[in-house]
């Protein structure tokens, strides 16, 4: 594989446990400059299912879900026919945590209740990174901003307050 160029950015530096992609690594590389007065970090690239899992897992955890399944149910499904994770995953987005699942899945919850949620765009084909704002989201999505205004291929972005991070789309 070939090496990827963000692993030398100076300004918008990847933590070593950030998965890379081509696709990502070239967005990444051709941010750095625009975050010289405010540097960041990369927290997180391509991501397993079963990694998308383990967040909502942990997210859920957190609130004070009961987890009625584990980590190697990630295709398991009751007799209505939904991810054994479902209800947990519906839970965590009803507490404010914007996690998509593993698998394009019906929110059981409140909030976005009987919509289709699609799998998240860190899974493959990585499509997304998120940013680390260490102090200002604003200041994140400022530079964002100015970056797409000169043309670096940045699709969207979306401000994820609860999870202190910005989900950058490629």
Not at 68 to 87: A, I, M, P, R, V
Not at 94 to 110: H, I, Q, S, T
Not at 132 to 159: A, F, G
């Amino acid at each position: 594989m070939s090496e990827f160029k963000s692993i030398n950015n100076k300004f918008l530096t990847v933590r070593k446990t950030v998965i890379l992609t081509e696709r990502i690594d070239s967005v990444i590389f051709a941010l750095d400059n625009y975050f010289r007065n405010f540097p960041v970090e990369v927290s997180s690239g391509q991501r397993t299912p079963e990694k998308q899992l383990f967040i909502i897992m942990d997210y859920a955890k957190k609130i004070g879900v009961e987890l009625t399944f584990s980590d190697d149910d990630l295709d398991t499904k009751d007799d209505n026919n939904n991810y054994l994770w479902q209800w947990a995953w519906s839970k965590v987005l009803d507490a404010g945590y914007l996690v998509n699942p593993p698998r394009e899945a019906k929110c059981l919850g409140v909030y976005k209740y009987g919509q289709y949620i699609l799998p998240s765009s860190h899974l493959t084909p990585c499509r997304a990174f998120d940013i680390d704002p260490k102090s200002s989201i604003d200041t994140v999505v400022s530079c964002l901003k100015d970056s797409i205004v000169h043309d670096v291929p940045v699709r969207s972005y979306t401000i994820e307050r609860s999870n202190n991070c910005v989900h950058v789309n490629v």
